[in-house]
T-cell receptor, first 115, second 118 residues
């Protein structure tokens, strides 16, 4: 059974700092990996999607990497801003058979960026 | 293009009452999903539908039923609500391969339904 772990559970940084959020998974037979942002009381917004054949994806100040063999992904946020404050969720798309397309989520990292 | 929509946004039920959560997507996606989100547990898959006319159990299906009414709509029904079903419920749909303007197999989520069972 796929298990996804995110570290740290919470992170508080001053504005302008570069930061890294970590995600690890136990089964490397994945189809893709998706990073989401969730604001309090809101739904999930897709940030980045990395297919299993890719190593990284970039969108603006965000960069996500994937190392399937070691079961790890990182989300790098450059020059953090107070508006980046949210919960960041990592989700692994399971490959093969009846698991295809289903996402397994980590518990998230709560990020606070203070001015 | 509204994406994934869910109704209602909030609901309070008494133990034993029934209700149906509605979900619709306008992106012509085949696959749709229902998740629940609980503090400390993350998001867990309740049921999914790989295509119109098919449904399958996810990780936590007990106490729920689903209906894939057509390609657009996927509803979740609680027949006899219990306090343990107090949660936030999210519906999602998945882009198939090579869909113009969308990334392969990306999942899109609705805004959620916040359900309290007393």
């Amino acid at each position: 059974k796929q298990e996804v772990t995110q570290i740290p559970a919470a992170l508080s940084v001053p504005e302008g700092e570069n930061l890294v959020l970590n995600c690890s998974f136990t089964d490397s037979a994945i189809y893709n990996l998706q990073w989401f942002r969730q604001d309090p009381g809101k739904g999930l917004t897709s940030l980045l999607l990395i297919q299993s054949s890719q190593r990284e994806q970039t969108s603006g100040r965000l960069n996500a990497s994937l190392d399937k063999s070691s079961g790890r992904s990182t989300l790098y946020i450059a020059a953090s801003q107070p508006g980046d404050s949210a919960t960041y969720l990592c989700a692994v798309g399971n490959a093969g058979g009846t698991s295809y397309g289903k996402l397994t989520f980590g518990q998230g990292t709560i990020l606070t960026v203070h001015p | 293009n509204a994406g994934v929509t869910q109704t209602p946004k909030f609901q309070v039920l008494k133990t034993g009452q029934s209700m149906t959560l509605q979900c619709a997507q306008d992106m012509n996606h085949n696959s749709m999903y229902w998740y629940r989100q609980d503090p400390g547990m993350g998001l867990r898959l309740i049921y999914y539908s790989a295509s119109e006319g098919t449904t399958d159990k996810g990780e936590v299906p007990n106490g729920y039923n689903v209906s894939r009414l057509n390609k657009r709509e996927f509803s979740l029904r609680l027949e006899s609500a219990a306090p343990s079903q107090t949660s936030v419920y999210f519906c999602a749909s998945r882009a198939p391969r090579a869909t113009w303007g969308q990334r392969d197999n990306e999942q899109f989520f609705g805004p959620g339904t916040r359900l309290t069972v007393l």
